[in-house]
Every structure is written in structure tokens, then in C-alpha cells.
């Protein structure tokens, strides 16, 4: 079994910082990509970062400039660095992970239980 666990959500006044942490447990052999995803209440899930396991990233036209992905591949974690918040920021953001497990030769995604972050005016 795999277990990603989000942590770092919640109220922040607009112009301020989050960071977000999700780290990953279980057999895991292996992560590729990891990134992070976000629901705002009426809209649908969107992709917010991505990054590979070699260090490659990529960000929506959104978030870019703003906010920050990386990762520690010896502790299975990734890491959203979020800057100058933004009330239309406001969402449940979820930590997404492509993990092979070590009996398997495919990877699977797999999704946290996500968090809340709350951007006030």
C-alpha cells in the first residue's frame, strides 16, 4: 500500500506564504512525476506543478512566478513553496505521485487526502 500525506494547508491573508509538504510511504521502489493539484468549490481539479524525478518542473500560466515545486527523492517528499497568495488561490490542493511499487513493473498514480488553503482579502 501506498500513503500520501499532505501537510502545510491553511488561512492565509492575501500577499502571504504557504508552503505545502506531501510525503510518500509504503513498498515504494520508485516516484517519477510528482505534483500538486487544486479544487476550488464549484470547479474543477487543475494541475498547478509538476515535477519530474530529475528536477524538470512545470506550472500553470496562474501560478507561475508565484509559486515554487520541489522535491527530496530520498525522502519520498514534495514540496510547494507558495508566495504571494492570491484569494482566487483559495482551494483544496492535492499532492499527486507516479510510484512503482517493488514487485511491480508499472507505475500507478496515487493521490493524498488533500488540504486546505484559504487566501482572505
Known amino acids: 500500500q501506498v500513503q500520501l500525506v499532505e501537510s502545510g494547508g491553511g488561512l492565509v491573508q492575501a500577499g502571504g506564504s504557504l508552503r505545502l509538504s506531501c510525503a510518500a510511504s509504503?513498498?515504494?521502489?520508485?516516484?517519477?512525476?510528482m505534483g500538486w493539484y487544486r479544487q476550488a468549490p464549484g470547479k474543477q481539479r487543475e494541475l498547478v506543478a509538476l515535477i519530474t524525478r530529475g528536477g524538470n518542473t512545470g506550472y500553470a500560466d496562474s501560478v507561475k512566478g508565484r509559486f515554487t515545486i520541489s522535491r527530496d527523492n530520498a525522502k519520498n517528499t514534495v514540496y510547494l513553496q507558495m508566495n504571494t497568495l492570491k484569494p482566487e488561490d483559495t482551494a483544496v490542493y492535492y499532492c499527486?505521485?507516479?510510484?512503482?511499487?517493488?514487485?511491480?513493473?508499472?507505475?500507478?498514480?496515487?493521490w493524498g487526502q488533500g488540504t486546505q488553503v484559504t487566501v482572505s482579502s
Open positions: 509504503g513498498s515504494i521502489a520508485s516516484i517519477d512525476n
Open positions: 499527486n505521485a507516479d510510484v512503482r511499487r517493488w514487485y511491480e513493473t508499472t507505475a500507478y498514480s496515487y
